[in-house]
Every structure is written in C-alpha cells, then in structure tokens.
C-alpha cells in the first residue's frame, strides 16, 4: 500500500529565512507520480509541481525548489528567501501508475503547516 | 473563466437527512475526484470517476454515494450512513493523461 509522511506538523520561521519541508514516501511500484500542493486559508488546494519516477532531476521554480531522491523515498522543498505569503499548509502526495495510469486518486500526507513571521 | 465550481460553500445537515455537494468543471476534464479533509489530516479519496457514467470506491467511500451523468458534473451526496460527515470536502478534475488534479473551493459540512 502507499504512503506519504510528512513528518513536520507545524514550522514557524521569519521571514527570509530558508525552510525545507519534508516528504517521505512508501510505493511497490516502479512507476509513480509525486506531487506538491499549497493550501492557503482560503482552503483551495493550488498545484505546485509533478514529478515522476524516472525523473529524479532537481527542479527550480523561482524561490522555491525539490529535491527528490529515490534511494531514500524522498521528496522535499525548500522554499529561499520565505515571505508572509507563503504561509500555508503543504501538503506531499503521491499516485501510483497501476492500471489507470496514475488517474487513480492521489494519496496525501498529513500536510505541514508553514508560518512565516515578518 | 475555466475553474472548477463546487457549491454550497456551508452547508448544514440534520440528523438523519442526505445531502448533495455540488462539483462542476468547464475544464474538459475526464476524470473528477472527491476528497474528505479532517482538521490537522491530509486529503482522503472518496470516489473518483474517469469517464462519464463510470465511478470507482476510494478509500473511505460508506456513507457517500456519486454519480456520473455528465463530463462537467459529479455530484456527492452524503447519506444519513455517513455517522461523522462533518468535515471540509473537496473535489478536483484532472485531464486524460495529464495527472495533474486541480481543485475547487471546497465545501464545508457541518452537524446541526
């Protein structure tokens, strides 16, 4: 069965300061998809990035970037520079390829609420 | 505006009595997602469908029931099996081959 451990609850920091949020997953397939999402108090779920199994290439978008590692299950981001706006709650999440391929519903971790200070 | 619409934005039960969340995307999108989102936990699948007129269980489906009649709609209806509906729900839509889901507002269930 798969999993996703997004072991951080909460994480406060002021801003400007670095954080890197983790993710950490659990699939027995060799195909998957992991993702991202932002939810912001408003409560809609924003996509932030997909990455597949076969892609394990570091990818930066601005002031955020992920780091995903197969040989320890992991999947993390780490947003430079933080500001207000980015508080939020993060959220992991993961799909396995299986017979629908991939369009089976994503498994979510428990989130991590991010608290940037000014 | 392409989006997807989920409404009521609050909605209220009462004992006993089903009620419907409304999900409508003019995103053409295939498939559409139900999620439940307890206080402090991640998001739970309800059901999901991937074409019209077609709807798989998800991991916590007793208690809902969907259907599929159009690509733009997917209605949930919480039943009176539900025993703890009160809970924030989500619903999202994803292109064929694209599986990427994106997400309406939500709407937020409570007991009266």
């Known amino acids: 069965a798969q999993k996703v451990t997004q072991a951080q609850t909460e994480i406060s920091v002021v801003e400007k300061e670095d954080v890197t949020l983790d993710c950490v997953y659990e699939?027995?397939?060799?195909?998957?998809?992991l993702f991202w999402y932002k939810q912001p108090p408003s409560g809609e779920l924003v996509f932030l990035i997909r990455r597949n199994s076969f892609d394990e290439q570091n990818e930066i978008s601005g002031r955020y970037s992920w780091n995903f590692q197969k040989s320890t299950s992991s999947f993390n981001f780490t947003i430079t520079a933080s500001q207000v706006v980015d508080s939020a709650v993060y959220f992991c999440?993961?799909?396995?390829?299986?017979?629908?391929?991939?369009?089976?519903?994503?498994?979510f971790g428990k989130g991590t609420h991010l608290i940037i200070q000014p | 505006d392409g989006g997807i619409t989920q409404s009521p934005k609050y909605l209220f039960r009462k004992e006993g009595q089903n009620v419907t969340l409304s999900c409508e995307q003019n995103?053409?999108?295939?498939?559409m997602y139900w999620y439940r989102q307890d206080p402090g936990q991640g998001l739970r699948l309800i059901y999901y469908?991937?074409?019209?007129?077609?709807?798989q269980k998800g991991d916590i489906a007793e208690g809902y029931s969907v259907s599929r009649e159009k690509k733009e709609s997917f209605p949930l209806t919480v039943t009176s099996a539900q025993k703890n509906p009160t809970a924030f729900y989500l619903c999202a839509s994803s292109p064929r081959f694209k599986n990427i889901q994106y997400f309406g507002a939500g709407t937020r269930l409570s007991v009266l």
């Open positions: 999440a993961l799909s396995e390829a299986g017979a629908g391929g991939g369009a089976d519903g994503l498994t």
């Open positions: 995103l053409n999108h295939d498939a």
């Open positions: 469908s991937q074409i019209v007129n077609d709807f």
């Open positions: 699939t027995r397939d060799t195909t998957y998809y």
